[in-house]
Every structure is written in structure tokens, then in C-alpha cells.
């Protein structure tokens, strides 16, 4: 399985991300010791890929709650032996909202490592998840998919009264750091428009 570009990746976002070495240190190790890492078949764990969803004003963030968890979560799931992760966390976006236009920075916003408790025939395993950051292009409708209860969209000055998730609060705050530090301007050079 071709591990390069995840590799470069996890390179590109610890130059960017210092405080977080260990966690960076974790995944490289996961996937320099998992040949099969982009895989739902590898245990005891494997990469899966999100996305933090923000309306055209970056006033609303898009949540499903979802159907095995319960929990109010971002987009995502498997890469499915996707070598460039970002395209994983575009496809799980556009099939999980049913919307299909957005701008998405290739660089990882961040980076969660999680327990999934065993559900079904599919025992508790670990998820090495790379969330991205997508923002919609305007006029599109939603369409919730199978994999969640409810589809949403909600005030991000409001997602405390809505999720405790400390992952999820985690990507708000990022975002409001790379805004406010002027990482994400509307001239979308650097950025890949779906």
C-alpha cells in the first residue's frame, strides 16, 4: 500500500503544529508499522479522514449526528486505501451532505486518535483520524445519508450547547485560530475547489 503521501503529510503538519509531536509521533509510527494503514481491514486500527464543515460565512459548522455513536460529529470515515487523504475526507463530505462543491485545504487542520467501540461483527479498534478543513460553496441543499440519525447545520458561537466533545470543540477553536492568524483567506490559491 503507497504510504507516501500520508507520510509527507504528517511531515507538512508537524512543521506547523509543534506542540502536537507526540500525536504526530503516534500516527507516523501506526503507519510506518501498518503497511495496510489506509484499510478498515487492518487492525488493530486504521486512517480514516474528516471534515470540519463551515458554511460560505463561516458562521455555521455542519454536523450529523451519528447513527452507531450517538454523538453530534463532523463528516467522515474510512479512506478505503485512499493514498491522498484529503480526496477521502472530500468523498465522506460530499456522500454524507449530499452537497458537492466546496473550497478544501489540503493540509490537515488537525489530527485525533480515538477508540470505536465494538459494534456488530467489528471489534473495538482504534481510529487515526485526519480532519481537514472544507467550506461550502453557497446554494446547495443537504441530503442526510444512511450513517447518520440527523444532519444540521449550527451556530459555531453555539456548539457548546451542543457537543462535549472535546475533539469537536477542539476544531472549532482551531479554525478560529487559523482565521483570525489570516491562514485562510477568500483568494483560495493553495486550496483545491471540488
Known amino acids: 500500500m503507497h504510504r507516501r503521501p500520508l507520510r509527507e503529510l504528517l511531515n507538512a503538519y508537524a512543521v506547523t ?33 474528516s471534515a470540519w464543515i463551515l458554511s460560505p460565512d463561516r458562521r455555521s459548522c455542519l454536523l ?7 454523538k453530534w460529529l463532523q463528516l ?39 477508540s470505536i467501540p465494538a459494534h456488530g461483527d467489528d471489534p473495538e479498534h482504534l481510529h487515526l483520524d485526519v480532519r481537514f478543513l472544507l467550506i461550502t460553496e453557497p446554494d446547495q441543499s443537504l441530503s442526510q445519508s444512511s450513517e447518520s440519525l440527523d444532519l444540521r447545520w449550527f451556530p459555531v458561537d453555539q456548539l ?5 466533545e472535546e475533539s469537536v ?26
Do not use: Y
Open 64 to 70: 450529523t449526528l451519528h447513527r452507531k455513536l450517538g
Open 169 to 194: 470543540l477542539r476544531l472549532q477553536e482551531k479554525v478560529r485560530g487559523l482565521f483570525s492568524a489570516g491562514g485562510w483567506s477568500d483568494n483560495p490559491q493553495g486550496r483545491v475547489q471540488s
Open 76 to 114: 467522515g470515515g474510512h479512506v478505503d486505501g485512499e493514498p491522498e487523504v484529503w480526496r477521502a475526507a472530500l468523498r465522506e463530505a460530499q456522500e454524507e451532505s449530499g452537497m458537492t462543491r466546496f473550497q478544501v485545504a489540503p493540509l490537515p487542520l488537525d489530527l485525533d486518535i480515538h
Open 160 to 164: 457548546r450547547s451542543v457537543t462535549t
Open 17 to 49: 503544529h509543534v506542540a502536537e509531536r507526540a500525536t504526530v509521533d503516534s500516527f507516523r509510527e501506526f503507519v510506518d508499522t501498518h503497511e495496510d494503514c489506509l484499510l478498515r481491514s487492518c487492525r488493530p486500527g486504521h486512517v480514516t479522514a
